[in-house]
C-alpha cells in the first residue's frame, strides 16, 4: 500500500504557517502557477492537494468556482478559516479515485506542489483527465530535478523516496525524487498535451522582505511548473 504522505497534525499547522509566508511557496511557486492559470474567472476548478487554500483563495478571488481536495484534516481546517464557505472543500486521499466527481466537471485543476507526494500517479493522472472537460488545463507544479538532485546526491536519475525537512523545523515530508523525463513523461503518457514548461525564479516583492532567499532562488531552481492541456 502506498504510505500516507498527508501532512497530519503538527506538520499541517507548520506547512499552513510555512505556506503563507514563505520564499518557496508565497513568492516562488503560487506567483508562477497563478500566472500560468491565466485568467480564471468563471472556470471551475479543482484544487488537488489544497493544503491551507491559499490556492483556493487566489483562484476565488480570480473568480474562479473552487473545489479543493487533501488528506489532511488538520490542513482542510486551516483552508477553511482562510475560504469560509466559499469553496468546496473535502477530505480525500489522492491515492484514491476522485469519485466524488462527475466526468468533465472542471474547465481547470491546480496540482501544487503534491505530485511527488503521490505513489499511484498514473491513476491520478487518469482521474485528472476524467474529470477535466475536453479543452481542459491542468497546472502541475513540482519539486525541481535539480534541486533534489543538489540536496540529495547520488545520481540525477535516482527514482526513489526521500524525506526532505521542512523550513528547517522538525518536521520532514516524504517525496518521489525522479528526472525531469520521468515527471514530463509520466504527463505526456497519461494523454495530456504540454503547453509550458516554466523554472519559476521568486517575484521582485522578495528581494525587500528576504534578499538572502531572493538571491539563493533566482540563482538556484527550486520548482518546476507546467501547464497541460486536456486533449
Ligand atoms: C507541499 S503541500 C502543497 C499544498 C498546496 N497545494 C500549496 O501549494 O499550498 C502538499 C499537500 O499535499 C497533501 N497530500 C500529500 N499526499 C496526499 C494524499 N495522498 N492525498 C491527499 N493529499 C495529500 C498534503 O496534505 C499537503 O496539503
Redesign the pocket.
Known amino acids: 500500500m ?1 504510505g ?4 497530519h497534525d503538527a506538520l ?1 499547522d507548520r ?1 499552513a504557517a510555512h ?1 503563507e509566508t514563505s520564499p518557496y ?1 508565497a513568492f516562488t ?2 506567483p508562477a502557477m497563478l500566472a500560468l492559470a491565466g485568467d480564471v474567472a468563471g472556470a471551475r476548478v479543482l ?1 488537488v ?4 487554500g ?2 483556493a483563495a487566489e483562484l476565488l478571488a480570480r473568480g474562479a468556482e473552487v473545489t479543493g ?4 484534516a488538520a ?1 482542510l481546517r486551516h483552508a477553511r478559516a482562510r475560504v469560509g464557505g466559499r469553496a468546496a472543500l473535502r477530505l ?4 484514491e479515485p476522485l469519485d466524488f466527481a462527475e466526468d468533465a466537471a472542471f474547465d481547470g485543476a ?1 496540482c ?3 505530485y511527488h ?2 505513489t499511484r500517479r498514473a491513476r491520478l493522472l487518469a482521474e485528472l483527465r476524467r474529470v477535466l472537460r475536453p479543452g481542459g488545463w491542468l497546472l502541475v507544479s513540482t519539486s525541481h530535478p535539480a534541486a533534489d538532485w543538489r540536496h540529495f546526491g547520488g545520481s540525477y536519475y535516482s527514482e526513489d523516496w526521500v524525506e526532505l525537512p521542512l523550513g528547517g523545523g522538525p518536521h520532514a ?1 516524504r517525496l518521489r525524487r525522479m528526472p525531469l523525463e520521468t515527471f514530463l513523461g509520466e504527463l505526456l503518457d497519461a494523454g495530456f498535451v504540454l503547453e509550458r514548461l516554466v523554472e519559476p525564479r521568486p517575484v521582485a516583492a522578495l528581494r525587500e522582505v528576504d534578499p538572502a532567499a531572493y538571491d539563493k532562488l533566482t540563482r538556484f531552481p527550486a520548482f518546476l511548473a507546467v501547464r497541460l492541456r486536456r486533449p
Open positions: 502506498p500516507d504522505t498527508a501532512y499541517g506547512f505556506a511557496n511557486d503560487r484544487d492537494g489544497c493544503g491551507a491559499h490556492y481536495v487533501d488528506g489532511s490542513l480525500h486521499d489522492l491515492e491546480v501544487a506542489l503534491v507526494h503521490v515530508i
